[in-house]
């Protein structure tokens, strides 16, 4: 076994970003866990919405696509035709044949790709523990490898190219992708949807509105194009407020829009129809009491992916929903919720747990804040609310999803700010820094996206420097956590040069004895051990523990780590006694003070079993990898990356200690778990079965 630093370990807050201390733990890599038995559905697919014309020529289209790829797109690129709603049909309809899988992933970015088919892999039960270009690359691979019965749609995708490296190329899968960009380079099945037919469009307004009235249903719908979602706003006015199609009409050439609403590119939609949404908003915020604009508002400027209902919530505790506060504020939310789903502005997911509303309509909602300056309070009240969200994770490590998502509603918020650029006075725009720190510093703790963290934390380390100043807290903790992104990459020089660079200006800035000083002085300790610079690690690690004790007491969380990762330097270095008194002492104290099953206590565990090992005390150490292999069995699942790597370690360490019989069978499992997970020819599985071959011929 080799012991390898792994951050989100020992976080603390504070000052608009979280620090890493980091702690030693064992070897750990993507896996492959037991597939789920029976059909799954993953992913936030629509709901049905209200009156839905099933448009059976592009269904039939969809159904005839046979095994491979079809590319749902608009026609001339036009927005609100119906492209998500069509797929979301034929996927609602595979999960009602019992299909094997139905997985739904948002496409817009690379992040939110890799996010959604993580999310898939952790449904199927495939990739436990690997970081998400593993998971995404897992789920295309079983896809490839059989597929029958499976549907993978990646909805609102900016172009193919966007999702042509996660697409199976061999296998019976559908994969569906709906996009109202370029379509070259992907191949398979188009299917173009335009807008509604005249027939499609009347029978809509007809169910919708129920108004035997078909010339001022033809006069609706031509003003609005017969574009759907123009026809969605008009037919929930109508319906709601009783109103006859020509007074809707009036009412309807009556909104103010075209002095602040311009259209934009792939937005080639009639102008009636950003009159038809904003009518829509007005008659949902005239309606005393129920806060549904405010809900509308908070939802624009957050992912276009989903909302959880539960950040909603979060929300309305935290005062970023005006008059939702107190006992009552969940329910308010829902009452909102339900209203503006409704009105066809919002449509809620499979499960009811998120909501989503059109990025057209979303589009229309920001703009009239722009136009009439309450932009800056919304995205003020998103980041609030977004923070506290952030703080209620309890370790990265228990919530993946939801740090992934976390992630997505700070990027969106971000991209809503950046697109109205100049809009935000200084205070908005700290207030954003914040919760992009911690959710910077989240994705971090998570390690597994390393190179999507430097994606955000590289522009955020500028942005940070230009709004609040190249000495403030925050820059300095965007640079670290820049910098621990940087080593999670493998980019060893820049981690150190950064870390060298944080060092310096946290001492000069916080001081020697600051927290933050320490964290960045441990940090830089550990990319100096990995760089292969011993003394100067050890150096570093001396003076943080000693510091660490003085300052924080020997049973502080950062001491712990400092006196462990001291511990491991020193093993390093060959000083095997000290490193043995040392990790005893951490693992009595984690024991003590985290408890038995603890995480870090089981990595205390297996390091000092390590130790014990290259002492030449074999039995003890057998001890202690046997009850770290429990605990995570226990703890971590049975086919947890970390459980796998204890198996095949402790079967090693049987076989060096001439218990054979054990040691094959450890191992035999062992390789049966790499085959499953990394394929037979795997330079890992092939590991395990050279090991097994040294017993068994």
Sequence with gaps: ???????????????????????????????????????????????????????????????????????????????????????????????????????????????????????????????????????????????????????????????????????????????????????????????????????????????????????????????????????????????????????????????????????????????GVAEAVLLSLRAAGDEPGHGCRAVMELVSVLSPAGVPRALLSTAAGSGALPGFGGPAGERLVDEAVGRLAGGSLLTFSGDGGSVSAHRLVMRVVRERLAATGGLPAVVTGAARALLDAAEEEDGAWRDPAGVRDLAGQVSALTDCVDGHPGAFSGAVLAGLLEVRLRSVSLL??????????????????????????????????????????????????????LHEKNLADRERVLGADHPRTLQSRNNLALVYREAGRTTEAITLHEKNLADDERLQGADHPDTLIARNNLAVVYRDAGRTAEAITLLEKVLA???????????????????????????????????????ALAGRERVLGADHPDTLISRHGLGLVYRDAGRTAEAITLLQKALADRERVLGANHPDTKAVRDDLASLTT
């Design 1 to 271: 076994m080799r012991a390898e630093i792994r951050g989100a370990q020992g976080v603390q807050a504070g000052h608009g970003g979280v620090q890493y201390n980091t702690w030693v733990t064992g070897v750990s890599g993507a896996g492959v866990a037991r597939v789920a038995a029976g059909p799954v559905v993953a992913g936030e697919i629509p709901q049905e919405p209200v009156a839905f014309q099933p448009r059976e020529d592009l269904l039939r289209a969809l159904r005839a696509g046979g095994p491979g790829v079809s590319v749902v797109t608009a026609l001339s690129g036009l927005r609100g035709v119906g492209k998500t709603q069509l797929a979301a049909a034929f996927a609602r309809e595979c999960a009602a044949a019992g299909w094997q899988l139905t997985g739904w992933v948002d496409a817009r970015d690379e992040a939110t790709v890799l996010a959604g088919l993580a999310a898939v892999a952790g449904r199927l039960g495939i990739a436990p523990g690997a970081d998400v270009q593993d998971a995404a690359a897992a789920v295309r691979d079983w896809l490839a490898a059989g597929g029958e019965a499976c549907l993978l749609v990646f909805d609102n995708a900016p172009d193919v190219g966007a999702v042509r490296r996660f697409v199976p190329a061999a296998g019976r899968a559908r994969v569906v992708v709906t996009t109202t960009g370029q379509l070259a380079g992907l191949g398979g099945a188009l299917v173009t949807v335009g807008v509604f037919s005249e027939r499609e469009g009347l029978a809509f307004l007809a169910e919708r509105t129920g108004l035997a009235d078909e010339a001022g249903a033809r006069v609706v719908g031509e003003e609005l194009g017969w574009l759907p979602l123009g026809l969605a706003q008009a037919g929930a006015v109508i319906a709601a407020q009783r109103l006859p199609y020509g007074v809707y009409l009036e009412r309807l050439r009556a909104v103010p829009v075209a002095g602040y609403l311009a259209a934009g590119p792939g937005d080639a939609y009639p102008q």
């Design 589 to 627: 104290d984690c024991e003590r003070l985290l408890g038995a099953d603890h995480p870090r206590t089981l990595t205390a565990r297996n390091n000092l079993a390590r130790v014990y090992l290259e002492a030449g005390h074999t039995a003890e150490a057998i001890t202690l990898l046997e009850k």
């Design 444 to 497: 971090n703790e998570l390690a597994d996206s390393a190179h999507l963290v430097i994606s955000a934390a590289e522009p955020l380390a500028a942005e940070c420097e230009r709004v609040v100043g190249a000495d403030h807290p925050d820059t300095l903790a965007s640079r670290h956590n820049l910098a621990w992104a940087y080593r999670e990459a493998g980019r060893a020089t820049e981690a150190i040069t």
